[in-house]
C-alpha cells in the first residue's frame, strides 16, 4: 500500500514538474519580448499558455503546480503579462474593424477574431443562467471592464436581439482612455449592429447609475488581486438595485494562472 502511494506521488511529481517546466519557459520567452503586440512569436507564445492553463490535470498534479514556489513567485506578473497581452490583441483588432469601409465589411471582421465563437458560447450560456433566475427578462446590463474589443457586450445584444422584444441596453465601462476610444470607434464602424452600445471611462467603483441596470458583468481582469476584487464586488453590490444580478467571470484550476481569481 505504502508503495503504491509512494508510486503515485512521484508519478504525480512528475507530471507536474513538465508543467511547471513549461510554464516557466514561456513565462519567461513573454517576459523578454519588447512588445506584447501581435506577431507570430506573441502569438505562438501566449497559444502555448493558453494551451497548457486550459488542460485539466488531476487536482493532485493541479495543486502541485500551483502551489510550488517557482510558479507562486511568477503567478502576478505572468497575470500582468495576460492582461497586457490580451490588451493588446483587442486594440489590434478594434482598430483593424474600425478601419474596415463598411458595416458589413467590419461585421465580417468582427466574426474572424479568433476567438469569438468562444464568447459566443460563453454569453449563451450565462445568458441562459441569467434567465433562468429572472422573473422579467433583463434589457439593461452593464459591463465593467469591457476593453478595447467589447465582444460579450456585442454577444450580449446579439443574443437578446435574437430572442425578440425590447432592444437590451449594454453599458461598457473601463478605466482606460484608450480602450473607450477603441471601442466606440468600432462600434460606429458597425452601425446597426452595435447601436445598443454604450460607453463611459471610469473606475469599477466609482461608474455611474448603476441602480438603473438589471445585470451588471464584472470582467475577469478587474482587480489584480483578490483583495481588490472582493473590495470592487463589495462597493458595487452596494451601489447595485435590489434584485439586480452580478455577474462575476473569474477562473479555476490552471486557469488562476492567467486571471485573478475571486
Known amino acids: 500500500m ?8 512521484r508519478l504525480a511529481d512528475s507530471d507536474a514538474e513538465r508543467y511547471i517546466a513549461a510554464i516557466l519557459n ?14 507570430p512569436e506573441v ?8 494551451a497548457l492553463c486550459i488542460q485539466t490535470p ?29 490588451s493588446e490583441l483587442e486594440a489590434y483588432w478594434a ?16 466574426h474572424q477574431f479568433t476567438y469569438y465563437s468562444n464568447y459566443v458560447d460563453l454569453t449563451r450560456l450565462e445568458l441562459n443562467m441569467i434567465l433562468a433566475l429572472s422573473i422579467d427578462p433583463p434589457r439593461k446590463f452593464a459591463f465593467i471592464g469591457s476593453g ?3 465582444l460579450s457586450s456585442l454577444c450580449i445584444a446579439d443574443s437578446l436581439a435574437r430572442e425578440g422584444g425590447e432592444k437590451a441596453l449594454v453599458h461598457n465601462i473601463d478605466n482606460h482612455h484608450g480602450a473607450i476610444e477603441q471601442s466606440s470607434e468600432m462600434c460606429r464602424m458597425l452601425g446597426v449592429h452595435a447601436e445598443c452600445l454604450r460607453f463611459q471611462c471610469a473606475e ?11 445585470v451588471v458583468y464584472l470582467a475577469s481582469l478587474v482587480g489584480t488581486t483578490q483583495a481588490q476584487k472582493t473590495d470592487i464586488i463589495s462597493t458595487l453590490v452596494k451601489r447595485m438595485r435590489s434584485g439586480a444580478l452580478l455577474v462575476l467571470r473569474t477562473a479555476h484550476s490552471l486557469r488562476s494562472l492567467l486571471y485573478p481569481v475571486k
Open 43 to 50: 502569438n505562438s507564445l501566449f497559444s502555448e499558455l493558453v
Open 95 to 110: 482598430l483593424k474593424i474600425a478601419a474596415c469601409e463598411t458595416e458589413h465589411e467590419a461585421l465580417k471582421m468582427l
Open 148 to 150: 478595447p474589443l467589447p
Open 58 to 86: 488531476d487536482e493532485v498534479v493541479t495543486a502541485t503546480i500551483l502551489s510550488d514556489s517557482r510558479i507562486y513567485r511568477i503567478i502576478p506578473h505572468l497575470r500582468q503579462l495576460c492582461s497586457e497581452g490580451e
Open 2 to 9: 505504502i508503495q503504491e502511494y509512494l508510486g503515485f506521488s
Open 204 to 214: 469599477a467603483t466609482s461608474a455611474e447609475g448603476l441602480e438603473e441596470y438589471d
Open 26 to 39: 514561456v513565462h519567461i520567452a513573454l517576459s523578454q519580448l519588447p512588445s506584447l503586440a501581435p506577431s
